[in-house]
Structures are given as structure tokens and as C-alpha cells.
Nanobody
């Protein structure tokens, strides 16, 4: 069983930056599709960004393009979400997800097998 642990959530003012981290426990799979999701109170969960552990293609939802950057450090088994120019509408619980990857598209539309507990991001105006 793969465990994911998120960190980095905080309360900041609009225009500020945060970097979220998600570290996975040792797992039996050699390749993963990683993603970040978020869910604000009363709203549906939204896929924010995704990246394949092998690098290359990334996916971003339109609302965060140009502001958020997803990256990974395979040696540390960690994926990051750098969030800049934060807006109050970015406030949400942010969840990390990982799915063993053996081909196909790595984006937020796939079914992710492993999930973290979430880290809260609050942006004040």
C-alpha cells in the first residue's frame, strides 16, 4: 500500500505564493502518474495539475495555468505544486494523488488509486 503525505498548506494573502509537497512511502511500482486536486467547501473536487514520474508532459486546469507549476523529484519520492499569484478562489483543501502508470495519458481525468489526507490552503483578499 502506498501512502501519500502532503505538507505546505498555509494561510496567505492574495498575490502570495505557497509550495505544496507530497511524499509517497516506498511502493512496489516503478512509475506513477501524480496529480493535485482541490476541493473548496460546497464545491466539487477539481483536478488542478498532473505529471508523470518519468517527466515530460504536465497538465494544468485552465484556471491555474501560468500561476501553478507541478514538478517531481523521484529521488525524494516527492511531487511539488508551486503556487504563485494566489487568489482567494484558490482557497481549498488540496489533495495529492498517485496512480501506478503503465501507459496512457497522465492527467487528472484518470482514476487515482492512492490519495493523501489533504493540506489546507487559505487565501485572504
Amino acid at each position: 500500500q502506498v501512502q501519500l503525505t502532503e505538507s505546505g498548506g498555509d494561510s496567505v494573502q492574495a498575490g502570495g505564493s505557497l509550495r505544496l509537497s507530497c511524499t509517497r512511502s516506498t511502493g512496489m511500482y516503478s512509475s506513477y502518474c501524480w496529480a493535485w486536486f482541490r476541493q473548496a467547501p460546497g464545491k466539487e473536487r477539481e483536478g488542478v495539475a498532473a505529471i508523470w514520474s518519468g517527466g515530460g508532459t504536465t497538465y494544468y486546469v485552465d484556471s491555474v495555468k501560468g500561476r501553478f507549476t507541478i514538478s517531481r523529484d523521484n529521488t525524494k519520492k516527492t511531487v511539488y505544486l508551486q503556487m504563485n499569484s494566489l487568489k482567494p478562489e484558490d482557497s481549498a483543501m488540496y489533495y495529492c494523488a498517485a496512480d501506478p502508470w503503465s501507459g496512457g495519458v497522465c492527467d487528472v481525468g484518470r482514476s487515482f488509486r492512492f490519495w493523501g489526507q489533504g493540506t489546507q490552503v487559505t487565501i485572504s483578499s
